[in-house]
């Protein structure tokens, strides 16, 4: 199995390149409107956004600054599959202009427009990203009335274009059963708050691209991309910075598109990826640990292990699970020039290494780094 990922250095408000109806999910973060480190960004595209700033006109900045990004929405429209997901990480702002504090709700703006163009607004998902700073009341003693509240979440925002997606042949809905999750990962990637994803962990060592990329944590496009797409699909990322989407649909086994209209990423993204296999086969090969560890204490407590993954070889919750299967990148090749192919090791090969008969027992006893190398 090979997957397939394109990288586009140019403007997203524009998709030129992409057919309609051609994407299956989109997965981004786009600039933040009214968040400074953005300002030169949203001006670059509009330069009447920097007049407005200068002004202080805050009303018209943050509306002038959703007038780009709608030119992004209403193009995905075009490109997206009837019954496919957006998803948007989009955290608001608090900002003082003229002695005046305000939130500017970035996540409602653009759900409006969602609304407007035509996609199906679904519930969010809160990402709680605690902070622990010894500032984090700032403004606010014990005295009332006039603090505000810490700003401690962001937002993953879900759409879907048209009805539900169909699964009709036999090789889709097969597709579809080995695309599924663990049990346990369902019952915590679908609820509506996320806890447990830390900050970013920036690979590239170019420090300035790395304060300005804001790059989201890995495993935030990696389970959206498990949740709402299968095998074989075409993850967008309209905003793709250094390269997180594309690194996760890659793990995923899904091709994937990315636009970045800041061409410098170019370089960091690819020296990036050849040494990012081992680590991408790693975060898969931690969910079975994960989920090893999970059933060997579930299974004592409940015993309600009733059914056996075909592929692995363990104990699953549910008869959905059995014919799951997780994918390992061989190689990655870079096929034109920001064109790359990733290759899969044969479902065959993984047998034959001995991972399909491989017991609870035996994945109790070899850590992730045996296993690497048995790849
Ligand atoms: C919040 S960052 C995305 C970070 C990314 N998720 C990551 O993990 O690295 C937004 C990115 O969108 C890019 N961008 C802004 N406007 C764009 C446009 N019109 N077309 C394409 N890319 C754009 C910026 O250069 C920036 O890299």
């Given amino acids: 199995m090979y997957t397939e990922h394109k990288l586009i250095y140019a403007d997203a408000r524009e998709l030129g390149?992409?057919?309609?109806?051609?994407?299956?999910?989109?997965?981004?973060?786009p600039p933040y409107p009214m968040i400074k480190m953005w300002d030169n960004l949203f001006t670059s595209l509009n330069p009447d956004i920097g007049k407005s700033l200068?002004?202080?006109?805050?009303?018209s900045s943050f509306e002038l600054m959703h007038k780009e990004l709608d030119k992004v929405w209403t193009e995905l429209y075009r490109v997206m599959k009837n019954g496919s997901f957006v998803c948007i990480n989009i955290g608001d702002a608090t900002r003082t202009i003229k002695d005046r504090f305000q939130l500017y709700a970035n996540h409602s703006r653009i759900q409006t427009k969602f609304f407007e163009i035509g996609f199906d607004v679904l519930p969010v998902i809160l990402w709680r990203k605690q902070t622990n700073a010894p500032n984090k009341f700032m403004g606010s003693?014990?005295?009332?009335?006039?603090?505000?509240?810490?700003?401690?979440?962001?937002?993953?925002?879900?759409?879907?274009?048209?009805?539900?997606?169909?699964?009709?042949?036999?090789?889709?809905?097969?597709?579809?059963?080995?695309?599924a999750l663990f049990w346990e990962e369902r019952n915590m990637w679908y609820s509506d708050i996320w806890?447990?994803?830390?900050?970013?962990?920036?690979?590239?060592?170019?420090?300035?691209?790395?304060?300005?990329?804001?790059?989201?944590?890995f495993l935030l496009p990696y389970r959206l991309i498990n949740m709402y797409s299968v095998?074989?699909?075409?993850?967008?990322?309209?905003?793709?910075?250094?390269?997180?989407?594309?690194?996760?649909?890659?793990?995923?086994?899904?091709?994937?598109?990315?636009?970045?209209?800041?061409?410098s990423f170019s370089k960091s993204i690819h020296n990036k990826i050849s040494g990012e296999i081992l680590g991408l086969n790693n975060y898969n090969l931690q969910r079975i640990n994960n989920h090893i560890a999970f059933v060997e204490?579930?299974?004592?407590?409940?015993?309600?292990l009733k059914y056996i993954n075909e592929y692995f070889g363990f104990p699953v919750i549910t008869k959905q699970e059995t014919k799951m299967k997780l994918v390992f990148m061989e190689f990655i090749e870079e096929i034109q020039a920001n064109v790359y192919r990733t290759k899969y090791i044969d479902d065959k090969h993984i047998q034959n290494t001995g991972i399909k008969s491989l017991s609870i027992d035996y994945f109790q006893k070899v850590n992730t780094t045996q296993l690497k190398i048995a790849f």
């Fill in 17 to 29: 390149h992409l057919k309609d109806n051609s994407i299956d999910l989109v997965v981004t973060s």
């Fill in 54 to 59: 200068s002004k202080d006109d805050y009303f």
């Fill in 141 to 179: 003693g014990m005295l009332p009335a006039g603090a505000y509240v810490t700003l401690e979440h962001e937002y993953i925002l879900i759409f879907r274009k048209g009805n539900k997606r169909f699964f009709t042949s036999p090789d889709e809905k097969l597709n579809r059963m080995e695309s």
């Fill in 195 to 217: 806890e447990d994803l830390k900050g970013t962990k920036q690979n590239t060592n170019d420090k300035e691209l790395r304060q300005r990329s804001a790059a989201y944590p």
């Fill in 231 to 263: 095998f074989g699909d075409t993850i967008l990322d309209p905003f793709l910075g250094t390269g997180t989407s594309t690194f996760a649909a890659m793990a995923c086994g899904r091709n994937s598109i990315g636009y970045e209209i800041d061409s």
């Fill in 297 to 304: 204490s579930f299974g004592k407590e409940e015993n309600r």
